[in-house]
C-alpha cells in the first residue's frame, strides 16, 4: 500500500482546476468526498469544494487568466521583433530554469557577468497573484 501511495503523491496533477464539482468530478470519477488522488481538490461535505485545501479558480478567474497570458505573449514577442532578446531566467525560492536547462552552453546566462539579471518572483498568495493581474 506504501508504494501505491508514494506513486500517487507523486504523479498528482498539480495547478488549478475549474470550481466546479461537477467538472472536478469528471476529472476524477472515483471522488466521493475528501481528497483527490488525481488532482489538487478537496471535496467537503455536501458536494462543496473547500478553497482553502484546494488549488482551485473560478471560471472569471481563469478568463482573467487566459486574457493576462495572451497579453503577456503579445508583449513578448512584440519585445523579440524589436531586438530585444535579453537573457533574463526567473528566481523564486532559491530556484532558477538554469538548474535544469539544457542551453546553457549557448546562452551563457552568468549573473556575475555585467547586464545579466534575474528575474525574481515574489512569493504571492493566488488572492494576490489575481489582484495583480486585475490591476495590470
Known sequence: ??????????FKMKGLVLADVKVVRMMDKTL?????????VYVG???????????IATKEQFELLQKYIV?????????????NIDIKPYYKDKKTPCEYCEYKAICQFDK???GNEY?????LNKEEIFEKIRKE
Not at 528575474?119 to 512569493?123: H, I, Q, R, T, W
Open 45 to 55: 461535505k455536501e458536494d462543496k469544494i473547500s478553497e482553502k485545501s484546494s488549488s
Open 71 to 83: 497579453k503577456t505573449i503579445k508583449d513578448i514577442s512584440k519585445e523579440i521583433l524589436s531586438g
Open 112 to 114: 556575475n557577468k555585467f
Open 32 to 40: 466521493e468526498n475528501g481528497y483527490s488522488d488525481m488532482i489538487p
Open 1 to 10: 500500500m506504501e508504494l501505491e501511495d508514494e506513486i500517487k503523491k507523486r
Open 119 to 123: 528575474k525574481y518572483v515574489p512569493d
